[in-house]
């Protein structure tokens, strides 16, 4: 069996590991590009959840990337 779900991190230039930049990540990814991802803190680290079903194609990875590039630091 392959896991359909991953944690990685966002870029460090988004900004500091902690709960309010974390939903300042996961609005701007929102609200700005209508794509939902979970953005968590866990330890001293930020986290994005990935999951991917068979309804997502490529274009949705490649979609995320540019809008996390689109995102200002904090």
């Given at each position: 069996?392959i896991?359909?779900?991953?944690a990685?991190?966002?870029p460090?230039?988004l900004?500091?590991?902690d709960?309010?930049?974390?939903q300042?990540?996961?609005d701007?990814?929102f ?6 991802v979970?953005?968590l ?5 930020s986290?994005?959840r990935?999951?991917m ?11 995320l ?7 200002d630091?904090?």
């Amino acid at each position: 069996m392959i896991g359909c779900m991953a944690a990685v991190p966002p870029p460090a230039r988004l900004g500091a590991a902690d709960p309010r930049n974390a939903q300042r990540v996961r609005d701007a990814l929102f609200f700005e590009h209508r794509i939902e991802v979970p953005v968590l803190v866990h330890g001293d680290r930020s986290w994005a959840r990935l999951s991917m079903q068979v309804y997502n194609e490529e274009s949705d990875l490649e979609r995320l990337a540019v809008a996390v590039d689109a995102i200002d630091g904090a």
